[in-house]
């Protein structure tokens, strides 16, 4: 049940990423300078509400499954998975957070293009971790 919970997670975390990679973020830099700011903050939080549980409760299962792996799930691929989360949250931290909070103030050309550029780590990362946990529920069937 865990198994599944996680990839749950994870696939969901996958379709979020995707969309804020090719929909969401190529879209900043038609919101228009009078009210960017504003904006910005207003994605902030409302990203967080959303993408904070989702992470968090990804991160305790991962960490779960390499505690207590499956039978089916060899711990170098648990750990694998985990470090792929882990791997995630740093990207998010000390890249893509910062560019954010620095884009608060106003929008800006160059930030605006690190932030899809550098976003597109997270969004390969997300899925390998997507494919990698469907493996791990076809090794069920």
Same mark, same amino acid.
């Given at each position: 049940?865990?198994?599944?919970?996680?990839?749950?997670?994870?696939?969901?975390?996958?379709?979020?990423?995707?969309?804020?990679?090719?929909?969401?973020?190529?879209?900043?830099?038609?919101?228009?300078?009078? #009210?960017?700011?504003?904006?910005?903050?207003?994605?902030?939080?409302?990203?967080?509400? *959303?993408?904070?549980?989702?992470?968090?409760?990804?991160?305790?299962?991962?960490?779960?499954?390499?505690?207590?792996?499956?039978?089916?799930?060899?711990?170098?691929?648990?750990?694998?998975?985990? #470090?792929?989360?882990?791997?995630?949250?740093?990207?998010?931290?000390?890249?893509?957070?910062?560019?954010? #909070?620095?884009?608060?103030?106003?929008?800006?050309?160059?930030?605006?293009?690190?932030?899809?550029?550098?976003?597109? *780590?997270?969004?390969?990362?997300?899925?390998?971790?997507?494919?990698?946990?469907?493996?791990?529920?076809?090794?069920?069937?």
């Amino acid at each position: 049940m865990l198994l599944v919970i996680h990839a749950a997670l994870t696939w969901a975390l996958v379709g979020l990423i995707l969309t804020i990679q090719l929909v969401h973020y190529p879209l900043f830099s038609r919101v228009g300078e009078g #009210g960017y700011a504003a904006y910005q903050r207003e994605h902030v939080t409302r990203i967080t509400w *959303l993408v904070a549980p989702l992470m968090l409760a990804e991160l305790a299962t991962g960490a779960a499954l390499v505690l207590r792996p499956p039978t089916h799930v060899s711990a170098a691929s648990a750990g694998l998975g985990l #470090g792929l989360i882990i791997l995630i949250w740093v990207s998010t931290a000390v890249v893509q957070s910062p560019v954010h #909070g620095r884009l608060t103030t106003g929008f800006d050309a160059t930030l605006h293009a690190r932030l899809v550029t550098t976003n597109w *780590l997270r969004t390969v990362l997300w899925l390998l971790r997507g494919f990698l946990v469907g493996a791990w529920l076809l090794a069920l069937a």
